[in-house]
T-cell receptor
Framework: ETGVTQTPRHLVMGMTNKKSLKCEQHLGHNAMYWYKQSAKKPLELMFVYNFKEQTENNSVPSRFSPECPNSSHLFLHLHTLQPEDSALYLC??????????????FGEGSWLTVV | AQSVTQLDSQVPVFEEAPVELRCNYSSSVSVYLFWYVQYPNQGLQLLLKYLSGSTLVKGINGFEAEFNKSQTSFHLRKPSVHISDTAEYFCAVRDSGGSNYKLTFGKGTLLTVNP
């Protein structure tokens, strides 16, 4: 039990599909994050939401669309992805994205394969 | 801009041997430093962090790390490893001031503990 729950854990989708990844945190945090983890590359920050407001978009292609309806939930909507988008997508949360030194807690990730 | 270099992509050791995983960073400002561990098929878990104060930081599972400002390093050590320590370890850095609250990760070091 990590406090940050991601579903689905595994997803296979075609390049023309539309799917969504879901993240829920049970820690009472106010900041939520999406990271991408590809083989042999550092973790890449994709999006940050702080108090439901998007505060960071790290030049992510528009085929990835985040949604944060409240501080506990974060979605990543996927549309017309490419095979190179196959990766582990990690959701994370922290108490307040603006406070330096806040510990970031990660979920177990969603493995995405684009075929 | 910050960057993190983990000098070894893989470190094989025998059980009960000591281990050091190396991490160097570059930043134009003061930083906070973190080590995360990722066990197979799981998300990232915080091992330890340096925010301020004593440069020797103790974390979970018997790990410790030492912040060396002059060498811009934050190496992770454990005096005696167990099979269960087999995992990927990530060093991360975050600016300690301003509004930049992003974590920058290294590429990771795969620690394999052999019997």
């Amino acid at each position: 039990e990590t406090g940050v729950t991601q579903t689905p854990r595994h997803l296979v989708m075609g390049m023309t599909n539309k799917k969504s990844l879901k993240c829920e945190q049970h820690l009472g945090h106010n900041a939520m994050y999406w990271y991408k983890q590809s083989a042999k590359k550092p973790l890449e920050l994709m999006f940050v939401y702080n108090f439901k407001e998007q505060t960071e978009n790290n030049s992510v292609p528009s085929r990835f669309s985040p949604e944060c309806p409240n501080s506990s939930h974060l979605f990543l909507h996927l549309h017309t992805l490419q095979p190179e988008d196959s990766a582990l997508y990690l959701c994370a949360s922290s108490q307040d994205g603006r406070v330096e030194g806040n510990t970031i807690y990660f979920g177990e990730g969603s493995w995405l394969t684009v075929v | 801009a910050q960057s993190v270099t983990q000098l070894d992509s893989q470190v094989p050791v025998f059980e009960e041997a000591p281990v050091e995983l190396r991490c160097n960073y570059s930043s134009s400002v003061s930083v906070y430093l973190f080590w995360y561990v990722q066990y197979p098929n799981q998300g990232l878990q915080l091992l330890l962090k340096y925010l301020s104060g004593s440069t020797l930081v103790k974390g979970i599972n018997g790990f410790e790390a030492e912040f060396n400002k002059s060498q811009t390093s934050f190496h992770l050590r454990k005096p005696s490893v167990h099979i269960s320590d087999t995992a990927e370890y990530f060093c991360a850095v975050r600016d300690s001031g301003g509004s930049n609250y992003k974590l920058t990760f290294g590429k990771g070091t795969l620690l394999t503990v052999n019997p």
